[in-house]
């Protein structure tokens, strides 16, 4: 996957060079043919004459490609099923928050106008409180980072972890500390991003410095560290023992780089509580939850920050739910370009398929209208040239499913709640792929069983 997935478009230059090679391998493979035909002239005019049938080297090339095209295209759509089935999937991930009406926007204070972290907060106060007070917004919040941040998923949440040790927890010696990401936050974060409480309370505006320390931690971190206790008054260093701070609450889990990660630890500090912070862990993103459409106070927060925190650069300024959007751009493309090659590939095959027949329909004019005359009946020949088509494609769905069951197993990576050999899937790409070249057995087949034995008998 990649993360600028959104990025990508297609241009003029692409066209040109898709339209360039399509007419070229055009020109190959005519020529090609072009050339054979020329070298067995003679036979090729007997062979291909219209009172004969196909010789039986034709005959198996061109069964050989039905069979080829057939089972391409059960590959396809096996591997385009799969990922439509991911990516359903992951839209209704619930993603531990709620992104409807949030605003989101990255700040980047001057480093000279605001060199320590004490005036990163100073100002971030300031534009919380004003920002807060804007008619429309329910609340507003300033952190180092939020959930399914673009920075933090480009380039990781550099900064934000820290090794940590739980009072009471003896460590070994010899034995590392765990990591967890550290996330710093001040106003009304979680009611913000609609983040459940689970216990205890949320920060309070008497979290500050000078007053105890606290800090609160997520579910995932209550079930992997404190399982069977219960995690309010326990206690967490991240200096190894020098300070530590109480939990005073526990949220719910929320996806931070992607709705197919697995859920991690998270504690939260109150941003007043840590001067010394690494500058990973500043103010870094402001959150808006509105009654309205975000975007339409967009300008009006623009306005606040440039006011309060001149010289300080805004970025990204999206709503959450696109940020939600942007992380299944990559799947949106994967599934899209797949699905795109798998319905042209079943194009292709149907036309192929029913190209064949036609062709063989045609060549066996006389043999039909003499089986026609002998007393054969319309349906006795429907079901020869169906049996004649269906059985290729039986031969195709075979092989295709061999070839999709081993080279779907890359797919693995990109796939979420699916097995590679969903059964559905393939049963699914089988049965559409096999209706598709029922539809295209059955045109000429049917054109077929109109023959008039009298026409087809003086047919050259």
């Known amino acids: ?90 839209q209704r991930v619930n993603p531990g928050f709620a992104p409807e009406r949030v605003l989101t926007l990255h700040l980047d204070f001057s480093a000279s106008r605001y060199p320590l972290p004490a005036d990163q907060r100073k100002a971030g106060h300031e534009i919380v409180n004003k920002v807060g007070s804007l008619p429309g917004v329910l609340s507003a ?24 040790q739980i009072e009471g927890q003896p460590v070994q010696a010899g034995e590392a500390l765990p990591w967890a990401p550290i996330r710093l ?29 606290v800090v609160i931690i997520n579910q995932a971190f209550a079930r992997r560290r404190l399982a069977g206790e219960v995690p309010i008054g326990k206690r967490i260093s991240r200096d190894l023992g020098k300070t530590w701070g109480a939990i005073v609450g526990v949220v719910g889990d929320t996806k931070e780089l992607s709705l197919d990660q697995n859920l991690s630890d998270e504690i939260y500090y109150p941003m007043d509580q840590l001067p010394g912070a690494p500058s990973g862990e500043w103010v870094r993103s402001l959150v808006v939850h509105t009654e309205v459409d975000p975007m339409a106070l967009a300008n009006q927060v623009r306005k606040i920050i440039n006011e309060t925190a001149p010289e300080t650069a805004i970025s990204y300024l999206m709503t959450l739910e696109q940020a939600r959007r942007d992380t299944l751009t990559s799947q949106r493309v994967m599934t899209s370009l797949l699905g795109l090659f798998a319905g042209l590939a ?51 769905l075979s092989c295709g499913l061999v070839v999709a069951l081993a080279m779907i197993g890359p797919l693995k990576a990109f796939l979420f709640q699916v097995a590679p050999a969903d059964p559905f899937t393939l049963a699914g790409g089988c049965a559409l792929l096999a209706i598709t070249a029922f539809v295209a057995c059955y045109i ?10 009298l026409v087809a008998l003086r047919h050259d």
């Open 1 to 90: 996957m990649t993360p600028r997935a959104r990025e990508i478009s297609v241009n003029g230059p692409v066209l040109l060079f898709a339209l360039s090679l399509a007419v070229l391998t055009s020109a190959i493979a005519g020529s090609a043919q072009a050339f054979s035909s020329r070298r067995q002239l003679g036979s090729g005019l007997k062979v291909g004459a219209r009172q004969s049938t196909a010789g039986a080297g034709q005959k198996r090339v061109r069964n050989t490609l039905i069979v080829a095209q057939v089972a391409f295209s059960l590959t396809l759509l096996v591997g385009a099923g799969l990922l439509l089935r991911s990516f359903i999937n992951l």
């Open 444 to 453: 000429p087949a049917r054109r077929a069983t109109k023959i008039d034995p």
């Open 185 to 213: 936050v001040y106003g009304d974060y979680f009611k913000t991003l609609g983040m459940p409480l689970i216990q205890g309370r949320t920060f309070m505006p008497t979290d500050k410095e000078g007053a105890p320390a």
């Open 346 to 396: 079943l194009i292709v095959a149907a036309s192929g398929i029913g190209g064949m027949l036609a062709l063989s329909v045609n060549q066996r004019v006389k043999e039909i209208g003499i089986r026609l005359a002998l007393g054969a009946e319309p349906a006795d020949i429907l079901k020869m040239v169906l049996k004649q088509g269906m059985t290729l494609v039986a031969v195709g």
């Open 141 to 164: 919040a300033v952190s180092s980072s939020f959930p399914l941040d673009p920075d933090a998923i480009a380039f990781g949440m550099k900064g934000a972890w820290n090794r940590f």
